[in-house]
C-alpha cells in the first residue's frame, strides 16, 4: 500500500517524489552564527582598549563559559596600533591558551569593556566571566594552544571555530615588539551559543 506525505495544515497538497525515488523539496540554508544571532544567541566580547608598557608577554583576555549550552569562538580579532620605542621589524606575538585557571587577571577579576548581544532586538546577556589583563597581571594553569603573528600595527581577524563547554576558558596573551614601552591593543572574541536541541 502506498503512503502519502500530506500537508498537516489542511490544503490538501501532498508531496512531489521523481523517477528517481526523490522528494522535491524547498529549503533556505542559513549559516549557523547567523541563525545563532537571529535569535539572540550571538554575541561580541571586547576587552577595550589598553595599552601594555613593556616587551613581556601579558595576558589580556581570560573567558570562563558559565552557559549550560555549548559556546563556539568563531573568531578572535585582534587590534595592534604602533608600538612606541619597539623595534619596527619585529612582531607582536599572540599566543591562545587553553584552560587556564588562575593568576591575577581571575583574582582581581577586571571586567571586559564589551559583553554584547549581536542581535540588536535582544535583550540576552552571556553568562561567561570576562576579564581583561593587561602589563604586570598573571595568567597560570593554560596550555598553549595557538600562535598568531602580527606587525605591530593593524587588525587581524582569525577564524578558531573552538567550543567552549560549560566550565572550559580560553586565554589570550599579547608579547609585544622588543624594547615596547606602549603598545596600544584590544581582543575581540566573535562568539554563539549552541543550539541547546543538539
Not at 139 to 168: N, Y
Request: contains cysteine; hydrophobic residues 30%; proline residues 4%.
Amino acid at each position: 500500500m502506498a503512503n502519502t506525505i500530506k500537508d498537516g495544515t489542511g490544503t490538501g497538497s501532498q508531496a512531489k517524489v521523481n523517477e528517481n525515488n526523490r522528494l522535491y523539496v524547498n529549503g533556505v540554508v542559513i549559516d549557523e552564527d547567523l541563525q545563532a544571532t537571529k535569535i539572540g544567541n550571538s554575541y561580541n566580547i571586547n576587552t577595550g582598549e589598553l595599552s601594555l608598557t613593556n616587551d613581556s608577554k601579558t595576558p589580556v583576555l581570560y573567558l570562563k563559559n558559565n552557559e549550560d549550552q555549548p559556546l563556539n569562538i568563531t573568531a578572535i580579532i585582534v587590534g595592534l596600533g604602533t608600538s612606541t620605542n619597539g623595534t619596527t621589524t619585529d612582531i607582536a606575538r599572540i599566543t591562545v591558551e587553553r584552560n587556564p585557571n588562575g593568576g591575577d587577571i581571575i583574582s582581581t577579576a577586571s571586567a571586559v569593556d564589551i559583553n554584547s548581544n549581536r542581535n540588536f532586538g535582544d535583550s540576552k546577556n552571556l553568562d561567561v566571566d570576562a576579564y581583561k589583563g593587561g602589563t604586570g597581571v598573571t595568567m597560570t594553569g593554560g596550555t598553549d594552544h595557538l600562535f598568531i603573528f602580527q606587525d605591530d600595527f593593524g587588525r587581524l581577524s582569525a577564524s578558531i571555530d573552538g567550543i567552549l563547554p560549560k566550565g572550559s576558558t580560553i586565554g589570550i596573551a599579547i608579547e609585544p615588539p622588543e624594547n615596547n614601552t606602549a603598545l596600544p591593543c584590544y581582543i575581540a572574541l566573535i562568539c554563539h551559543l549552541e543550539d541547546a536541541k543538539e
